[in-house]
């Protein structure tokens, strides 16, 4: 790729990244002479349309968010097979090879940071877009000190077949959030996990979770604690820790609501009155209720407890109540017959009271195991596919079998609005009373258009590609104007309009520039008349545009010089010249008036006589050819200065006849 261009306009200079779905290079625009990142899709997933379609979506998603720590996206394009996406360039190094030489952080360096971060998720939240791929790779440290998040919404491009690929997972995995790891919907909350994790990265130098393979730590995620950082790290003060312990909590539920809390906690931690704060607990109820239990088997008596927890008792051992007086206890056999009978009570008594135990024993475990049945089985019920319904509909028929629906809207211009595009899950058993999410339609969406008066038409273009406008929707009028040619100087829809992309026509009116043509000479003539050339040409005198000099060359009120533009040059109208008007000849001038008298070649010879002269006001002026048939005297006018005498030649009949000298000293 090194070398080539795409669509002629970006120069491929060198790689300078990677992941496991594409390739970032280093660029220069050729229109716009500026360095650019370019992300190139990987060859392997450009024959699969969906993922294409939906990598195209979320780089136009990506564009519609603007904000100084967001990486902004300039332009998407398709040529032989290579999707691309081109982005801003940030002269810097990533925040991953930064931790890898300089962790752990100061924190006051890693609080700045992350607290940019936020600011970048806090504005990606307000446009309904998650990042869910926040890791120290995708957050770039420009030379300036400014962070700059990138690569938002690429992951919502990942289908089936791309996030089981090596380089996706083992990439991302280590900052999952829980949830994530599930493969269930995300949401805010799951960006803020993962910045937790980068922040715990920067002030430890470690990952709060590894493993041997990606599924060991996704399940770490779910069901793990983590060493606290100010095990690793005593010099985290405890606020700082207490927001790493509250962003890493399991539960989203039990994590800031949204970026902007975490802003202010972050803006607060360092200071005097919370830099020694109490360590924040949480009721250990962070667990995944998920999770395969184990339930021991049943055993002697089982009671419940006050919170429902089972109380194991050893069964009560039988005994036989001793009588309270002599009247009161039984007769006994004497003799043989009595030792006989006793013998045959010993044979049946004791067995019968075991046995009595043991039926006891087994009605109280079938009762306790039918009582814990009946606490933690519940019946299931088969999940109804309800896409491409009505929202309605589809909640109707998911309360009619017992399941509790809950809906999200989503955009999605190829479905109507309030039609499910898709459920999660679907078509499987769940427990009755389960939620069901339905990913409604908001049908196409609304966009409001931004003003492009003033931008270049090629920034125009390339901000109406980003967002899904082909050239054929680009409707473009040129104009004469004073703005600089190539300016949009005119625009429809207008600014702040609202509009759908597939279903519109942006018209351009660009400047081509002022009219231009060719500078009048205005040289020779009278300052009135100059400026009545200067305003039929729609041209203007700059500020003191008449500068009045004494000429030799030129009489008073007669142009002698012109600025900037000299004859015949180039000019636009409006544009501003300075014109300098003769005063009349210098103080130290002296006009003579000589008389010349000459004769004809002969007596009523027809004779052309002609006149030359020299003097300041330049050399070999021609006074004039006149025809004579008789001796003629003509009165000539010369102009001496100090450094200039004068010299007059007279011609007849093209020869050379005669000449006068005159001198400034005489």
């Not at 360095?35 to 990506?62: G, M, N």
């Not at 389960?434 to 339609?441: H, K, P």
């Not at 509009?499 to 351009?508: A, I, M, N, R, Y």
């Not at 003191?544 to 142009?559: C, D, I, T």
């Amino acid at each position: 790729m090194i070398g080539k261009q795409l669509d002629g306009r970006y120069e491929i200079l060198s790689q300078i990244g990677g992941g496991g779905m594409a390739l970032v290079f280093k660029a220069q625009d050729l229109l716009l002479n500026r360095h650019v990142a370019i992300k190139i899709l990987r060859k392997q997933y450009i024959h699969d349309q969906e993922f294409v379609r939906r990598f195209q979506r979320e780089a136009q998603s990506a564009a519609s968010i603007s904000h100084p720590n967001i990486v902004s996206i300039y332009d998407v394009g398709f040529q032989n097979d290579i999707h691309y996406i081109v982005m801003e360039y940030v002269d810097g190094q990533n925040l991953n090879e930064w931790i890898s030489e300089h962790a752990p952080l100061q924190v006051d360096e890693a609080v700045r940071i992350a607290e940019q971060i936020g600011e970048a998720l806090e504005h990606a939240h307000q446009n309904q877009i998650v990042h869910r791929d926040i890791k120290p790779h995708n957050i770039l440290l420009g030379k300036n000190g400014r962070i700059k998040v990138t690569d938002f919404g690429i992951a919502r491009a990942a289908t089936s077949s791309t996030i089981t690929q090596t380089g996706s997972v083992v990439g991302s995995v280590h900052y999952f959030s829980p949830e994530h790891a599930k493969g269930i919907h995300v949401s805010e909350q799951s960006d803020l996990y993962s910045l937790g994790i980068v922040i715990y990265q920067m002030v430890t130098g470690k990952l709060p979770f590894t493993g041997e393979s990606p599924i060991s730590v996704a399940l770490m995620h779910l069901q793990q604690p983590f060493v606290e950082p100010r095990v690793l790290n005593p010099l985290i003060p405890q606020s700082l820790e207490n927001i790493i312990l509250r962003l890493l909590r399991k539960n989203p539920a039990e994590r800031h609501d949204r970026a902007s809390d975490l802003i202010a906690d972050l803006s607060s931690c360092l200071s005097a009155e919370r830099i020694h704060e109490s360590k924040l607990l949480f009721v250990d109820n962070d667990h995944d209720f998920d999770e395969t239990r184990v339930i021991p088997a049943i055993k002697d008596d089982i009671r419940f407890g006050p919170g429902g927890e089972i109380i194991h008792t050893p069964p009560k051992r039988p005994y036989i109540k001793k009588p309270r007086d002599e009247s009161d206890a039984p007769l006994e056999p004497v003799g043989e017959f009595s030792s006989d009978l006793q013998e045959e009570e010993k044979k049946w008594v004791r067995p019968a009271i075991w046995g009595g135990v043991l039926a006891a024993c087994f009605l109280l475990m079938w009762l306790g195991f039918e009582l814990v049945r009946g606490l933690f089985i519940v019946d299931e019920v088969r999940v109804p596919i309800v896409e491409k319904l009505f929202v309605e509909d589809a909640e109707t028929k998911l309360r009619d079998v017992g399941l509790v629906p809950k809906r999200v809207t989503i955009f999605d211009p190829d479905v109507d609005k309030d039609v499910v595009v898709r459920q999660e899950p679907r078509d499987m058993n769940v427990k009755v009373k389960s939620q069901i999410t339905l990913y409604v339609s908001r049908g196409a969406e609304m966009l409001s258009m931004a003003s492009y008066i003033g931008k270049s038409l090629d920034e125009t273009k390339a901000n109406l590609k980003v967002l899904g406008f082909t050239d054929e929707q680009i409707v473009i009028e040129n104009e004469e104007n004073e703005a600089p040619a190539g300016t949009v100087i005119n625009q429809n829809p207008i600014a702040n309009e609202e509009f759908k992309v597939e279903k519109s026509v942006v018209k351009l009116t660009v400047s081509s520039g002022k009219k231009t043509f060719q500078m009048p000479n205005l040289l020779g003539i009278s300052q009135a008349e100059a400026v009545s050339i200067i305003t039929k040409n729609k041209l203007k005198l700059a500020e003191n545009g008449v500068v009045l000099q004494p000429s030799f060359k030129y009489e008073k009120g007669v142009v002698f010089e012109q600025k900037p533009f000299q004859p015949d040059e180039i000019v636009a109208e409006g544009n501003e010249l300075t014109i300098y008007v003769s005063s009349g000849y210098p103080a130290d001038a002296r006009v003579e008036v000589i008389d010349l008298t000459v004769e004809p070649s002969g007596e009523n010879v027809a004779t052309e006589i002609k006149i030359i002269y020299s003097d300041a006001r330049g050399d070999n002026i021609e006074w004039g050819t006149r025809s004579i048939t008789q001796t003629t005297t003509y009165p000539v006018k010369v102009v001496l200065s100090p450094d200039k005498n004068g010299l007059i030649e007279i011609y007849r009949d093209g020869q050379l006849v005669d000449y006068r000298n005159v001198n400034y000293a005489n």
